[in-house]
């Protein structure tokens, strides 16, 4: 595989293989959902709608729903926090640069003032704090965060 990769007969993009030509392409439907979709994530930033409530809300098939937000993870337009939790990945690059500069100057933040610096309520903070924590943006010492 490897010698193939180099010779770039084949392109290895995590644990997918493909040839390099090869573009998934949505069908007009797929791609009209894509668009609401991301819609309402970029709209709503940290704090948007779960996943489970999307087929009510937008009016779509929960398969679609389904594969329309792996694309959209698997496109970095989205990002997967934890169970059907899904935020605007933009919007989660604007936080964490947020959360960084912050943690840069004071060295340590509660979950009280990572709520009130992110504007966020518990509902949507301890998930991604746990995120934060989870790819080692941050670190949790005592009832603190640091950078990692």
Do not use: C
């Not at 595989?1 to 493909?18: A, C, I, P, Q």
């Not at 573009?23 to 489970?52: C, M």
């Not at 964490?96 to 610096?117: H, N, P, Q, T, Y």
């Amino acid at each position: 595989m490897s010698y193939l990769s180099r010779e770039k007969r084949v392109v290895v993009e995590e644990k997918w293989v493909r040839l390099p030509k090869h573009k998934v392409r949505l069908t007009d439907e797929e791609e009209k959902a894509s668009r609401k979709i991301l819609a309402l994530y970029e709209k709503t930033g940290l704090a948007p709608p779960y996943s489970r409530n999307l087929s009510g809300e937008l009016g779509l098939s929960e398969a679609l729903i389904s594969e329309i937000l792996r694309h959209l993870v698997e496109q970095k337009r989205l990002t997967h926090i934890q169970g059907d939790l899904f935020v605007d990945a933009e919007a989660l690059n604007r936080g964490r640069e947020k959360v960084r500069s912050f943690l840069e100057k004071e060295g340590e933040i509660s979950v009280a003032g990572m709520r009130d610096l992110l504007g966020l309520s518990r509902k949507y903070l301890i998930p991604l704090l746990e995120y934060f924590d989870g790819i080692g943006f941050t670190a949790r010492k005592g009832d603190m965060r640091v950078l990692r």
